[in-house]
């Protein structure tokens, strides 16, 4: 089996429709993932038998508005997904961007650089390297020396540029994210902002951790995945070291757990020593009241 990852950016006249059309695609296919779908394009990942996913690939291909579309494909054992859901949305990456605020890749967006690109360009003096994903997901794993936003979501990337632009105007500024598909605004946001030198990693981490080159050299930890899988290696050079610790002891710990309580269910890192003394609890608060509620 395998999993796809993919977007693209395209005006979409009638999501509706294509909704239900693509629903029978992919039913019949067998796939199972999450697809978003909107007037500005299709972001999707689907996991399903290398002939569904070989089948669905030529599927999209062949559609003239989608021809150009590129899939980042990892092998996996199962489907790792609990079931298919496409929806419509204004957004096929959740941004939280007014209408105003909002951003056209296919008008305005930052150059893409190839993984080896980026990797040279990392290297360069005086660039700034911007982590455009949430702050949960940079703690399992982020380039060496990017800078990570303290921020919750991306609507709160204004305001966090506001009080950094004097520092990073005139930089060489690099972004990525995991496969490229926010970083296509988020670099859009930078240039429209006036930032001149705006660069990002096209394919995103997926794709540079595949590179043959780069192999993921300097990215530090796991790529976190919104699927079953949560986080997968990315860096196959000697620089590969996980930063992620465990929130009670501080030893280094690959993988996120989920809260035990289920009201929390919150991802967080621990350690097998602290889960045998502490159990799967990110908190006292929350073993606390799991105990309660199984008392
Ligand atoms: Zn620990
Ligand atoms: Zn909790």
Redesign the pocket.
Known sequence: MQVLLYYLYFPLEDPETYMVEHRQLCESLGLKGRILLGNEGINGTVSGTLEGTEEYMKALWSDPRTKDIEFKIDPCDEHLFPKLSIKVRDEIVTLGLTEEQDIDPNEITGKRLSPREFYEAMNEEDVVIIDGRNKYEADMGKFTNAIVPEIDSFREFPEWFKEHADEIRDRKILTYCTGGIRCEKLSGFLKKEGCEEVYQLHGGIVSYAKDPEVKGRDFEGLCYVFDKRVGVETNFTETRKIISTCRYCNATVPEYSN???P????Q?FICPNCLEKEGS???S??RD?AAENTG
């Open positions: 809260c035990g309580w009201n929390c269910n919150r967080f609890f990110c908190s608060e929350c009241h």
